[in-house]
């Protein structure tokens, strides 16, 4: 492995088995918890952040 | 005495004609590369279906060549595993970009105003290409392809579709991702964003029942553009 192929794979450690979260019958890997997490906020941020120039085109602001 | 009908006379004899007439009919230029949008779609939730365009473009050229290339390559060289990667990341943006395209058109009720065929092939798109991914997972052709693999047997086989889809089963799989999953999602996202220009982006609600604005717009019919969206 070259030396920057081992630094860049420094970063995560992936090497062992997956984390998971496990509560009752919910039973997710946490790579997959966060992703759909991040879903949410991106959801989210996606619907209340004003869209560049919006409010200009709808002739509400300068 | 009987009389041969006329045929009812068309501008075109031909069936390139009245296919040309019924496809200009149905998307006119002014429809199909139109140079201004309501204003309601200046939103970041387009952003996403056009995000996820995007990554499909590169899933569909990195694709390209890893099936080019083989296993050997993309398991064993650096540029094979670099593009292999490439290939998977841009299957994660596709996903994402698209779950969240899809989230903000259910909570807008995409399908009004005649639109339902643009929400069904924009859900199925996403329906599709789940086996289109799984396929991909279980064609890597290394210990976690045979894990998935395995896992994904026993469901299949419990819905009693694992004879027909067997995902143990390399060729078969191999077939499934680089050919016809693949072009069912690039029919659907084409015929997706054909309806789109068709029908129009959908209004928001308070646009369509605002009660001084005039009637709510017929079904099918797009607002007249107020604003450009560059």
């Known amino acids: 492995m070259s030396p920057t192929t081992t630094v860049i794979g420094a970063v995560f450690n992936l090497n062992h088995p997956a984390h998971v979260v496990h509560w009752h019958f919910f039973q997710m890997s946490v790579s997959n918890v966060v992703v759909i997490g991040l879903m949410f906020l991106v959801f989210a941020l996606a619907i209340a952040l004003p869209f560049p120039g919006a409010t200009r085109r709808r002739g509400g602001g300068s | ?230």
């Open chain 2, 1 to 230: 005495m009987s009389t041969t009908p006329t045929p009812t006379p068309t501008p075109h004899g031909s069936w390139t004609g009245r296919v040309r007439e019924a496809a200009v009919s149905a998307l006119p230029p002014e429809k199909l590369l139109p140079d201004g949008q309501p204003t309601y779609v200046a939103s970041w939730i387009y952003v996403f279906g056009v995000a996820s365009i995007a990554s499909l473009v590169v899933i569909i050229a990195s694709g390209s060549i890893l099936s080019l290339k083989g296993p050997a390559w993309w398991h064993y060289t650096g540029v094979g595993q670099f593009f292999n990667s490439v290939h998977l990341w841009a299957v994660e943006l596709f996903f994402f970009a698209m779950v969240v395209h899809l989230w903000g058109k259910y909570w807008m009720a995409a399908w009004r105003g005649g639109r339902t065929r643009v929400w069904v092939t924009g859900a199925i798109t996403f329906l599709v290409a789940v086996p289109t991914a799984l396929t991909g997972y279980v064609s890597q052709q290394n210990f976690d392809a045979q894990w998935i693999a395995t896992q994904a047997k026993d469901g299949l086989n419990s819905v009693g579709v694992g004879a027909f889809f067997n995902v143990t089963n390399f060729g078969q799989m191999y077939s499934y991702h680089v050919l016809l999953l693949p072009l069912a999602v690039v029919g659907l996202v084409t015929a997706h964003v054909l309806l789109v220009r068709r029908h129009g982006v959908v209004p928001p609600f308070a646009l369509e029942s605002r009660p001084t604005g005039g009637p709510p717009e017929p079904a099918g019919e797009q607002p007249p553009p107020v604003g450009a969206v560059s």
